[in-house]
Nanobody
Framework: QVQVVESGGGLVQPGGSLTLSCTASGRAYRFNSMGWYRQAPGKQRELVATITSGISPDYSASVKGRFTISMDNAKNTAYLQMNSLKPEDTAIYYC????????WGRGTQVTVSS
């Protein structure tokens, strides 16, 4: 059974930085693609960034230039480096891993507040 586990969330002040990690386990193969999504209170889940092996990462307009996604294929691990954080970045951040099926983690809370 595949497990996707996020970590690294927390409370940070506006303008600060945070790095999220996500590891997918339970399969011997490597996942083709991993992504980060977020859901703020009262809002729908939205794309933050995705990365696929051999393809340039994709970012939402709201985070482009501030967030960087990367992936260690050998470890089935994705990272999200978040800089210049804003209060509107506050949300639960979810990770997914994709290969034939989409597997989701349970999320990690990121709160940007002074």
């Amino acid at each position: 059974q595949v497990q996707v586990v996020e970590s690294g969330g927390g409370l940070v002040q506006p303008g600060g930085s945070l790095t999220l990690s996500c590891t997918a386990s339970g399969r011997a193969y490597r996942f083709n693609s991993m992504g980060w999504y977020r859901q703020a209170p009262g809002k729908q889940r939205e794309l933050v960034a995705t990365i696929t092996s051999g393809i340039s990462p994709d970012y939402s307009a709201s985070v482009k230039g501030r967030f960087t996604i990367s992936m260690d294929n050998a470890k089935n691990t994705a990272y999200l480096q978040m800089n210049s954080l804003k209060p509107e970045d506050t949300a639960i951040y979810y990770c997914n891993a994709v290969r034939l099926e989409v597997y989701w983690g349970r999320g990690t809370q990121v709160t940007v507040s002074s």
